[in-house]
């Protein structure tokens, strides 16, 4: 990814301050962090935002996303329903690399609840230097598609 590369952000209401700070981690590493919210600490709907932060990236506008609820999952799920989005969740940063390499995502998904912000940083950074690879790896892609 080249510098000032968009990356849409958004989570629920269990996540907001490590979304921002990821935010504040990926502009100081040069990419142009979209984040789209919430911004307050009510109670919310992590399918809304899953599906807000997906449609950005379908859409073209951002090319890669961050998003996170309490344990990264159930924003997982409501990215992946939305065609062309590709949405794992990673607690390491080997996954993190690889769901770039041979899976081509495009969406990231972190817990909250389950990884502390040094190590979400880390996998953030992990997810957003790595390459698909390509070859036959875009053979299995094309199948999940
Ligand atoms: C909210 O309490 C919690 O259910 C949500 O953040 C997430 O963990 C769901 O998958």
């Known amino acids: ?47 809304v935002h899953g599906k807000a932060a997906a449609e950005r990236v379908a859409s073209g506008d951002c090319a890669l996303g961050i998003i996170l609820c309490g344990t990264g999952q159930g924003i997982m799920m409501a990215a992946n329903k939305v065609p062309g989005v590709r949405c794992g969740v990673c607690s390491d940063t080997f996954s993190a690399a690889m769901i770039r390499q041979h899976n081509d995502a495009n969406i990231l998904s972190i817990g909250a609840r389950v990884v502390g912000e040094g190590l979400a940083l880390s996998i953030v950074e992990a997810f957003l230097t790595a390459e698909f690879e390509g070859g036959r790896h875009a053979t299995r892609v094309d199948m999940i598609e």
Not at 5 to 26: C, E, F, G, P, Y
Request: net charge negative; no cysteine.
């Open 1 to 47: 990814m080249s510098a000032k590369t968009r990356i849409v952000l958004s989570s629920d209401h269990a996540a907001i301050d490590l979304r921002q700070a990821i935010a504040k981690h990926i502009t100081e590493m040069g990419f142009e962090a979209v984040d789209i919210g919430p911004t307050t600490p009510e109670s919310t709907h992590y399918p």
